[in-house]
């Protein structure tokens, strides 16, 4: 990853679009993105497709301008729905047309199938991004999928987070693609002493697999009495997961906190950081987890993983789906401190090599060539 270049970034305004700020690895992205490019002078627009009645989870430079679509993205496929999404597209239309911008840029596939209508014959330049690995995305609704066939050749480039994502995307939608990673936020230091405690990260959905994670401790927790467990996130798997807790005699020893905005402390204390994922795009609580010196064991699922860690020298990767071999990875970290401090060195050094200025460089370089 190279530096930032010479050329300086002209661009009088720009609209960034994604569903909702909710707490989320794409919405955070965005969100730094528009703080980023805000505090280089630059005029951002930020709209979401869902209303002023979901709550904001990250912070926006108060120099963004905030926009709602008041519109929720729904997949129930009746003619009232599909009215409500057809006067969004329009009310972002307006949003271009009065605006102006140079570039729109849009997350997430639902999001970018409306924004690439909406700004469809407006001379306005349009890219998307891809937030998860395509193929595996099995949960997306058979009519989003036909229509980022069809129009995602529209748009200037697709961004990828993995050169695997970024070939999917090539060979199915007809468009060209891009990679750029995530950028690591600005972390603290880690400057607490590390617990007997385990911590997961993220929504509580099938894909992020917290199911396998509490399956996996219930096979290790009896040898290691100390120990607890703490799942960070909020989704509509809580009440299966609270459920499975109980059915495995965890209750005592296992924590669902919900959505907390300062996870970076919870991650400096952790002396073990699991990320069991069925597939991913990029993890961000990955990498967030390897800039805090955790040591992080994560499920080498399609795709993004593999990209951050090097098993055994930065991390451990373990087989997707595969609860025995992630209980037995836990066991080996929870019984051995050296190894574990080995690994969170060496995992420190994301800070470097996935630093904002340097991936932004990355998005301007894009934005100047278009």
């Known amino acids: 990853m190279t530096g930032a270049g010479t050329e300086r970034l002209e661009i009088p305004c720009m609209v960034l679009v994604i569903g909702s700020l909710q707490g989320g690895g794409a ?13 280089k002078g630059i005029r951002v627009i930020f709209a979401t497709w869902m209303g002023p009645e979901i709550p904001d989870f990250y912070d926006l430079d108060s120099r963004v ?42 997350f997430v596939t639902e999001s970018n199938v409306l924004t690439i209508l909406a700004s469809c014959g407006l001379g306005i ?19 989003w999928r036909i229509l980022r066939r ?59 697999g917290f199911d396998l994670l509490l399956r996996s401790f219930a096979q290790v927790a009896a040898s290691f009495n100390d120990w607890r467990l703490v799942i960070i996130g909020e989704g509509e798997e809580r009440a299966n997961l609270l459920r499975l807790r109980g059915e ?25 950081v699991v990320q069991p994922s069925r597939f991913e795009g990029f993890p961000n609580a990955v990498m967030e ?12 699922c399609p795709s993004g993983p ?25 066991a080996d970290l929870m019984l051995h401190q050296g190894i574990r401090e080995r ?17 932004m460089a990355q998005w301007e370089r894009y934005l100047l060539s278009l």
């Open 27 to 39: 919405e955070r992205q965005l969100s730094e993105m528009a703080n980023y490019w805000a505090a």
């Open 65 to 106: 301008q905030r926009v709602f679509l008041n519109v929720e993205i729904s997949r129930d496929a009746t003619c009232r729905r599909f009215r409500t999404t057809f006067q969004s597209i329009l009310k972002l239309r307006r949003l271009l047309s009065h605006a102006r911008p140079r570039v729109v840029l849009s």
């Open 125 to 143: 330049q349009t890219i998307v991004s891809e937030r998860v690995q395509p193929a595996l995305h099995s949960m997306l609704p058979r009519t």
């Open 150 to 208: 069809m129009v995602y050749p529209w748009c200037g480039v697709v961004i990828a987070q993995t050169q695997e994502a970024a070939r999917w995307i090539q060979q199915n939608c007809r468009t060209h693609a891009a990679v750029i990673p995530n950028a690591l936020r600005s972390l603290p230091p880690a400057s607490v002493a590390r617990e007997a405690l385990i911590i997961g990260v993220g929504r509580l959905t099938r894909q992020k």
């Open 248 to 272: 495995l005699l965890l209750t005592d020893r296992v924590e669902l906190v919900g959505q907390i905005a300062d996870v970076a402390t919870w991650m400096a204390r952790a002396s073990l």
């Open 289 to 300: 987890a390897m800039g805090m010196g955790a040591a992080v064991i994560c499920a080498d």
């Open 306 to 330: 593999a990209d951050l860690i090097e098993d055994g020298v930065n991390g451990r990767l373990v087989p997707v789906d595969d609860v025995a071999a992630l209980a037995r990875t836990m």
């Open 343 to 359: 690994l969170g060195r060496e995992a420190a050094k994301v800070r470097q090599r996935f630093r904002q200025d340097l991936v």
